[in-house]
């Protein structure tokens, strides 16, 4: 009953005109940037977030995470369409929902991940709503020792799951905390690393940073690549699934709800991770395994379904404990932070309208989106065929009026365009962003974390071992670290053993 009465809240909260707006915007700017390959909701988050300063921070959430399961559901229409994932979760769509297509059931492929994205969002909803408050009750036990141990475990989750080696992901982690470091000191009152601007004096800013590390650095990077389109026939009269359809679909659509959901939670992979494993599964359950990679309906339905289950699931860390699971959620404690709120368990009894209201926000949302995806496939089409020439001029163009209108800083402007350069050289050279991002948000709350719990138990360092909950993140933090040294120890061994 307690459940029913927050979700009454908030649905009061996200029906008000002004949300209703915000969370329409949030779905529909989501499915265009899904449509069009090269951007993605991190993308579009970090150029949007500017915006968000100027709303309230209930209007401000909803409308990011409507961006970000809308580009779940947009990625599955050029993945089907023209064989190009919108982003990186709706990969593993292209290998039977184009497929489908080249047999003339683009249609058909639509509407199931349009329809299964719709049943698993809602689910998932309703299992954010029943899983938070236990978990945020949880982590009311939580002090500065375990909040400070957690933030370490997230970074080397993030770093674990990271693509490419776990120096340059380690690397990048380090850069990221020295980063969210510069400015005043908040026991001391000095500035550091300020180089004497005393613009820095606040620290560096994360809109500068963000835009140009995913927006400038990915204009760079699309501009060398030739990105030419095929786009499939699409008839609109197909777009509802046929019983046999649904015969099939309907187990994948589950069993992706309840998959994409939990593998949401843990950090790090999220949606992608979601979607790989939902088509694996469903490969294996299959009566027909053969058929999968040729254009099987279930190949489509699973990995939609599941990707748009791990949205839903990712908020729980975030809006229970205040640790972000991927980049993505790293950049929506940053627009909570900006707007002077702290994600963690106090959030759901000290600003309960924001978290009900964001809740209630999917629901509505994926409602939304169903209406969205079906009767305007032929427009998504039409935006397909944008040319990208056209297009990256006009991102460049946001990203410049996007920082300026913060602070109104010619500074902020200069370390946007430097971090674009910096970020473009950064993936050439094959290093994530997402671990900078993630620990330049976090090293302030790590440091104060660090500080606050050397300060209560007079600079004794055992006390993040001796305090149970404490040592166990941290053995946890050790042991994924230790993990990766093994493949590499088995390597020396055998190269060692190889030359003798």
Request: aromatic share 10%; hydrophobic share 55%; proline share 6%.
């Amino acid at each position: 009953m307690e459940v029913i009465g927050n979700l009454l809240q908030g649905f009061g909260v996200a029906l008000q005109p002004m949300n209703l707006l915000f969370c329409f915007v949030g779905v529909f700017v989501g499915t265009l940037i899904g449509v069009l390959p090269g951007i993605g909701p991190l993308g579009a988050i970090a150029l949007l977030l500017p915006s968000t300063f100027y709303i309230p921070p209930e209007s401000a959430l909803i409308m990011l995470a409507g961006i970000y399961y809308g580009a779940m559901y947009g990625g599955s229409t050029t993945s089907i369409l023209v064989n190009i994932p919108g982003e990186a979760a709706s990969v593993v769509t292209c290998i039977d929902g184009h497929q489908m297509a080249k047999q003339g059931r683009a249609g058909a492929a639509l509407g199931i991940a349009a329809f299964g994205s719709f049943i698993g969002g809602s689910i998932t909803v309703f299992l954010l709503a029943l899983l938070a408050p236990p978990l945020a009750r949880l982590a009311l036990t939580f002090g500065p020792p375990e909040y400070f141990s957690l933030m370490v475990l997230g970074l080397c989750i993030l770093v674990y799951l990271a693509n490419g080696p776990i120096s340059k992901a380690l690397v990048m982690a380090a850069l990221g905390i020295v980063l969210g470091i510069v400015g005043t000191d908040t026991i001391s009152g000095r500035s550091r690393f300020t180089f004497g601007f005393f613009e820095l004096d606040d620290g560096i800013g994360i809109i500068p940073v963000v835009m140009g590390l995913f927006g400038v650095s990915e204009v760079l990077l699309n501009v060398e690549k030739n990105m030419e389109r095929s786009i499939a026939a699409v008839k609109l009269k197909g777009l509802l699934p046929t019983r046999q359809d649904w015969k099939e679909s309907l187990g994948p659509i589950f069993r992706g709800t309840f998959l994409g959901f939990f593998l949401g939670i843990l950090p790090g992979g999220g949606a992608i991770l979601s979607s790989f494993a939902s088509y694996a599964m469903e490969k294996k359950l299959s009566p027909r395994p053969e058929a999968f990679g040729r254009g099987a309906i279930a190949g489509v339905a699973g990995p939609e379904t599941a990707n748009n289950a791990a949205t839903g699931g990712a908020f729980i860390p975030l809006l229970t404990i205040g640790i972000p699971t991927n980049a993505v959620m790293a950049l929506m404690l940053g627009a909570l932070v900006i707007h002077g709120l702290q994600p963690g368990p106090l959030i759901m009894k000290e600003q309960p309208a924001l978290f009900w209201g964001t809740i209630a926000s999917m629901y509505l949302g994926n409602g939304m989106l169903l209406l969205l995806n079906l009767p305007f496939i032929g427009l998504w089409v039409q935006i397909l065929k944008v040319r990208y020439t056209l297009l990256f001029p006009y991102i460049l163009l946001f990203c410049l009026i996007g920082v300026f209108g913060v602070n109104y800083s010619l500074l902020d402007t200069w370390l946007m365009l430097g971090f674009g350069v910096f970020g473009y050289l950064l993936r050439k050279l094959d290093y994530e962003m997402a671990p900078l991002v993630l620990a330049m948000i976090l090293g302030p709350l790590f440091e104060n974390a660090l500080r606050q719990s050397l300060i209560i138990f007079n600079g004794n360092p055992l006390v993040f071992f001796t305090r149970p909950i404490s040592g166990a993140f941290l053995a946890g933090a050790l042991l994924l670290l230790l993990s990766n040294l093994l493949p590499w120890m088995r390597s020396r061994k055998k190269y060692l053993a190889d030359n003798d």
